[in-house]
């Protein structure tokens, strides 16, 4: 597990070629506990300061957490979807969503804390989390589908156990 984690972080900035599911998944999971780790620090981090009612700056460290968590991610997910003949275009499904958490979340936990109702935002961001899990499941089953078997346009089938950065 190791070894793939080190092979996806030197290849953060490669979007060419294509990834088997063996190096992609060990990767991908251990990108996505740190981010939730960092996810968590940030909101235990406000809580614990007693940053106010305001909880002002919460949305740009949450913003820092995404932002690192899709960069650490966005070529492993792009070749991943190559292994599959798709376009790694279908990777950004999620992002739209992603961002109006980033900014409705704090938004609404401000609204808590000064005890208003607001209960079109609430509203507004359940429908959103509904719409980003369901793409979020739509790209889930695109990576874990089989790639295509031999070459594709986007290079020849991975080697498993290939690790090289390059």
């Known amino acids: ?15 060419s070629g294509r990834d088997a599911p063996e190096a992609f998944w060990p990767y991908a999971f251990i990108v996505l506990i740190l981010a939730m780790l960092a ?22 460290w ?12 966005a070529a492993a997910v792009t070749r991943r979807l190559h ?8 990777g950004l499904m999620p992002l739209p969503f992603v961002a109006i958490d980033v900014v409705g979340f704090p938004r609404a936990l401000t609204n808590y804390a000064l ?34 078997p031999g070459p594709n346009r986007y290079g020849p089938a991975p080697d498993v156990w290939d690790f090289s950065p390059t």
Request: aromatic residues 8%; hydrophobic residues 60%; glycine residues 14%.
């Open 115 to 148: 005890g208003v109702a607001d209960t079109w935002l609430v509203a507004g961001l359940f429908a959103n989390n509904l719409v980003y899990l369901a793409t979020l499941g739509g790209l889930l089953v695109m990576l874990a589908r089989d790639g295509t």
């Open 62 to 73: 949450l913003g820092v957490a995404v932002a690192v968590a899709v960069a650490l991610l």
């Open 1 to 15: 597990m190791i070894a793939e984690f080190q092979s996806g972080i030197a290849r953060t900035t490669r979007f």
């Open 39 to 60: 996810l968590g620090a940030c909101v235990a981090l406000f809580a614990r300061l007693g940053a106010g009612p305001a909880y002002a700056g919460l949305d740009v």
């Open 83 to 90: 292994d599959r003949d798709e376009s790694g275009l279908w």
